[in-house]
């Protein structure tokens, strides 16, 4: 299964806290966590001070209680966790499935499904409300779109479109051509 994951399972950059201007680099591999910092400052103690890099395997990783203190306090509790995870082996192969194809497998999901698989995470509530998620929706459950809805859409939204009733979305089409009627016979 780990042969599936790519050589780089995790990566973040930050700044360390306040007042330090220092910066700081986190890489999990699937062999090692390499954390590496760059000094900046204008003390001249500091300027000729060369970037530093700690390369640690997982296991040793696991054990080395500083390490972990100075992750947590740079990049926070959640990171460290995750980094403890993944060098236990607890990898998160949802996680990891592109946009497109996680969007397509959301889009057999019930509504309440998908309702409450919105709320697990950033990225499940941004694919949750996209347009691109109710557009496959919408198309898996109407037969015939016409042009004019399709219009509509665009303009209104996909959820919202699926979301409105057929006798509402007549009546907003109507009013659309309408006015889209009298922009044409305005411009002549």
């Not at 203190?69 to 990891?96: H, M, P, S």
Request: proline share 3%; glycine share 4%.
């Amino acid at each position: 299964m780990a042969s599936w994951l790519p050589e780089t399972l995790f990566e973040i950059v930050g700044q360390g806290p306040a007042p330090s201007k220092d910066y700081y680099q986190l890489l999990v591999t699937r062999t090692q966590v390499i954390f590496r910092w760059w000094k900046v400052s204008l003390r001249s103690e500091y300027r000729s001070s060369e970037p530093g890099e700690t390369k640690e395997s997982h296991e040793d990783f696991l054990e080395n209680s500083p390490l972990q203190v100075q992750i947590a306090l740079i990049f926070g509790g959640k990171t460290l966790d995750y980094v403890f995870n993944l060098c236990e082996g607890k990898f998160d192969f949802l996680e990891r499935l592109s946009d497109n194809l996680l969007l397509n497998i959301i889009s057999y999901l019930d509504l309440e499904d998908i309702a409450n698989l919105s709320q697990t995470s950033h990225r499940f509530l941004k694919l949750c409300k996209s347009d691109e998620l109710w557009k496959l929706i919408v198309q898996s459950a109407c037969d015939n779109i016409t042009p004019d809805m399709r219009a509509l859409a665009e303009e209104i939204g996909w959820r919202k479109v699926f979301f409105t009733n057929k006798l509402q979305l007549r009546l907003q089409i109507r009013r659309r051509r309408q006015r889209q009627e009298r922009q044409d016979s305005s411009q002549y």
